[in-house]
């Protein structure tokens, strides 16, 4: 919205710092992360009064997480909240690649807190079936992907882009949507899986966003793909608007969600948040490097899988507990030192997914 001001510049004065995608994704950083600031606290209070109880926990689940009872849940919607106002403000609205992530932001947002609300309401911890969930999400990513295609360069459009290769294109046709569904789906899901432990999925959706970001600005700049040898994919260099965001309003939300949770992130922000990531790797051709960014939530959603297939088979269990987070705390690891690792980890495979666009 603030992009507009441009229209009052001569070239040489203040408001032509709006035309800097850079300069607009700093405002968008410390707007949502004023936001979170201000609001958290208030939003945190309805939510404890309103819910009463807060989130079930699991009857199976760890002997640890039965201290969290009464912490509320759908603490995602004060990321959403300032990552929307934040983006809306900063970003250029007639930008479509703006529009896909936001709207696949919003729609798995919506799903999520149908879903945590079933959960608070019922005091049960089943929620929306799974299968009206995983439906109404391949919706969505349908329309999305759908709408990335017809918004791509022509030369780019229902092509696979090949990390560590230079030019290299899979053309899937009319299987691009499918493929890119399961991408958006996928990502949504994993990230869900992920948050179990107090700040264990909002640092890892920080850093693959971040990481995305800059992918974002790298391949909607011309200059910048001629030099590494990446597909150019005009406009998609505002998502990085999107991405500073989300950064700092999960900074925001973070701050509340440090251990001991004051609140939980719940599906209303792990399923948006994730939805988010995949979405961006699609509008960017760059989903297979998502699964490098984003290995974590790959190898939690991995872990629940092989557990639920080869108990089918067996009747025996691979890991103590999937997911995977939850099988180091059978093995004795503190949650802080759960969490921590694995936001190592995560910092490592983003600079790895770096490293992408230039190892060609």
Not at 6 to 22: A, K
Not at 85 to 109: C, E, K, M, Q
Not at 149 to 157: G, K, M, T, W, Y
Not at 204 to 218: E, F, H, N, R
């Amino acid at each position: 919205m603030l992009y507009w001001l441009t229209e009052f510049s001569d070239g040489g004065d203040f408001f032509n710092l709006f035309r800097y995608i850079t300069f607009r994704a700093g405002g968008a950083f410390a707007t949502a992360l004023i936001f979170g600031f201000l609001f958290g606290l208030p939003l945190i209070n309805m939510l404890r009064r309103k819910q009463g109880k807060g989130q079930p926990i699991r009857d199976d689940g760890p002997a640890s997480h039965f201290s969290k009872a009464g912490t509320p849940t759908m603490g995602g919607l004060l990321i959403l909240s300032a990552l929307l106002f934040s983006t809306l403000l900063w970003a250029r609205l007639d930008n479509p690649y703006v529009w896909i992530v936001l709207g696949v932001t919003v729609s798995f947002g919506l799903i999520g807190f149908a879903d945590d609300y079933a959960k608070v309401s019922k005091q049960n911890t089943k929620g929306v079936s799974s299968r009206l969930r995983f439906g109404l999400g391949l919706l969505i990513a349908a329309a999305a992907c759908y709408a990335a295609v017809i918004s791509h360069p022509e030369a780019l459009s229902g092509q696979l882009a090949l990390p560590f290769f230079k030019d290299a294109l899979i053309n899937l046709g009319i299987f691009f949507v499918p493929f890119g569904m399961i991408v958006i789906v996928g990502a949504a899901n994993a990230v869900n899986l992920t948050d179990g432990l107090d700040g264990l999925a909002i640092m890892p959706v920080m850093i693959a966003a971040g990481t995305l970001g800059v992918i974002s600005y790298v391949v909607g700049n011309f200059n910048y793909t001629d030099y590494l040898g990446v597909h150019f994919v005009p406009g998609t260099g505002e998502l990085l608007i999107f991405t500073a965001a989300l950064f700092g309003g999960g900074l925001g939300f973070l701050w509340y969600n440090a251990p001991p949770a004051a609140v939980f992130m719940g599906d209303t922000g792990s399923l948006a948040l994730g939805g988010a990531l995949g979405a961006i790797a699609v509008c960017t051709k760059h989903e297979l490097v998502l699964a490098i960014v984003g290995g974590l939530f790959v190898v939690e959603a991995l872990s629940v899988i092989i557990q639920v297939l080869y108990f089918k088979k067996t009747g025996r269990r691979v890991f103590l507990m999937a997911p995977i987070h939850h099988h180091f705390e059978k093995k004795g690891w503190a949650e802080p030192q759960i969490v921590i690792r694995f936001w190592i980890i995560s910092l490592i495979l983003a600079l790895i997914g770096l490293a992408t666009l230039k190892i060609r």
